[in-house]
């Protein structure tokens, strides 16, 4: 399953951009997530959400400014980006796992890369100061 990640792109410090991660139709991922990485550093959580329930959690370091959502109908991800910073600079990778887990997950699940089986493409997120 690939998904397909946009919406990236440069942006002053202060705006806003809103990313978009689409899976293939008739795919189905329980939960789904965002992640970014920079240049020598390990891929980094940074917001995610059970498809079902809508539950959303979020890394410290963007909440109150982040907001992640899915429309069930469109097959789409989508994580809203307000209030960037230039230490938001990233590429910014959409993730999706389709496991069928037999209890709820904790927060810690959703924030590890490893839980997620599809990855998308990555797409640049640029914040100039």
């Known amino acids: 399953v690939q998904l397909q990640a946009s919406g990236g792109g440069l942006v002053q410090a202060g705006g806003s951009l809103r990313l978009s991660c689409t899976a293939p139709?008739?795919?189905?991922?329980?939960?789904m997530g965002w992640f970014r990485q920079t240049p020598g550093k390990e891929r980094e959580f940074v917001a995610a959400l059970s498809w079902r329930s809508g539950s959303t959690y979020y890394a410290d370091s963007v909440k109150g400014r982040f907001t992640i959502s899915r429309d069930g109908a469109k097959n789409t991800l989508y994580l809203q980006m307000s209030s960037l910073k230039p230490e938001d600079t990233a590429t910014y990778y959409c993730a999706g796992d389709s496991k069928t887990l037999g209890y709820n997950p904790s927060t810690t699940y959703y924030s590890r890369s490893a839980s997620y089986n599809y990855w998308g493409q990555g797409t640049q997120v640029t914040v100039s100061s």
């Open positions: 139709e008739r795919t189905f991922n329980a939960r």
